[in-house]
């Protein structure tokens, strides 16, 4: 089992329904082989927001989680993950990582 499996397995326990995501992480493959719906975005901040307001919308029943990848895609996304902490609004963010 690899890595992106393992977390995807924790996600569909939490009863993560969809996974916003930014193209080119391991995590969107696998997520998705558990029914967890990938929606894939063309820019890492506005997926960002996407799972912000998930959690909004649903008062923090559903919590929003985003992937992509690391390095620059992490950088991109941080202004989404700074308004959602400034609001104390409950996301989940999982970068990308290098393969080793």
Not at 20 to 32: G, K, R, T
Not at 34 to 54: N, S, T
Not at 59 to 85: H, R, T
């Amino acid at each position: 089992m690899k890595v992106a499996d393992a977390v995807a397995k924790v996600l569909k326990a939490e009863g993560v329904e969809y996974l916003f995501a930014y193209p080119v992480n391991p995590l969107i493959e696998a997520a998705a082989k558990l029914d967890i719906r990938p929606i894939i975005v063309r820019q890492e901040r506005i997926g960002l927001h996407m799972a912000d307001a998930m959690s909004r919308v649903t008062s923090g029943e559903k919590i929003g989680v985003f992937c992509m990848q690391s390095g620059p895609g992490s950088e991109n996304a941080f202004g989404g993950v700074a308004q959602a902490y400034g609001d104390s609004s409950p996301i989940v963010v999982l970068p990308g990582g290098y393969t080793r």
